[in-house]
């Protein structure tokens, strides 16, 4: 049976509303060149979703490490909810990622190179879960990075240059 477009616009503006953005870190882009990416799911207490919800995380600080067959958010600032009680929990605690046990060896194995490691990169709420996106990054040297800006820089003026050659 198909969907008529109707029903299939009304999915897509569901999924949109499902999807919200909490935080992101665009330093990570910055810093790194990302390899792999992965959705994990966040094991968090109650205070730590309300706190979410009003959008009070950081990311900038940051990691992924794995220890014993699991993997752990660490350095992410979930601030305390502002409506907390002495149940409020503490803003930089580890925080457990949900993953595939394959998922996890495969990052283990990674990370153990020289130079990898494993960033967030964003974190939201997808159908009511609270999701983080991470990635396996590689450590950009000083030149790395200037070269990235420079080509941007370059990118950008052509754009504009193209755009006031077709306004002529």
């Given at each position: ?9 009304d ?5 949109a509303?499902?999807?919200v953005l909490?935080?992101?870190?665009r330093?990570?882009r910055?810093?790194?060149h990302?390899e792999d ?10 205070t ?7 959008g009070?995380?950081s ?8 220890e014993?067959?699991?993997a752990?958010?660490e350095?992410?600032?979930?601030s ?15 925080r ?12 283990g194995v990674k990370?153990r190179?020289?130079?990898?490691t494993?960033?967030p990169l ?7 879960r ?9 450590g950009?040297q000083e030149?790395?990075?200037r070269q990235?800006l420079?080509?941007r820089d370059?990118?950008r003026?052509a754009?504009r240059?193209m ?6």
């Amino acid at each position: 049976m198909s969907e008529t477009r109707r029903q299939i616009r009304d999915r897509k503006e569901r999924d949109a509303r499902d999807h919200v953005l909490v935080a992101s870190n665009r330093r990570a882009r910055h810093d790194y060149h990302l390899e792999d990416t992965f959705e994990a799911g966040l094991a968090l207490t109650g205070t730590e979703v309300k706190a979410l919800r009003q959008g009070r995380a950081s990311l900038v600080d940051g990691w992924v490490a794995i220890e014993a067959g699991q993997a752990w958010l660490e350095g992410v600032h979930i601030s305390e909810y502002s409506d907390g009680t002495w149940t409020n929990h503490a803003p930089r605690r580890r925080r457990k990622l949900l993953l595939h046990r394959l998922e996890i060896r495969q990052l283990g194995v990674k990370i153990r190179e020289k130079g990898y490691t494993i960033v967030p990169l964003s974190l939201y709420f997808s159908r009511g879960r609270a999701k983080v996106e991470i990635a396996l990054a590689k450590g950009k040297q000083e030149w790395d990075k200037r070269q990235t800006l420079r080509e941007r820089d370059d990118n950008r003026e052509a754009e504009r240059a193209m755009a006031h050659r077709d306004w002529l």
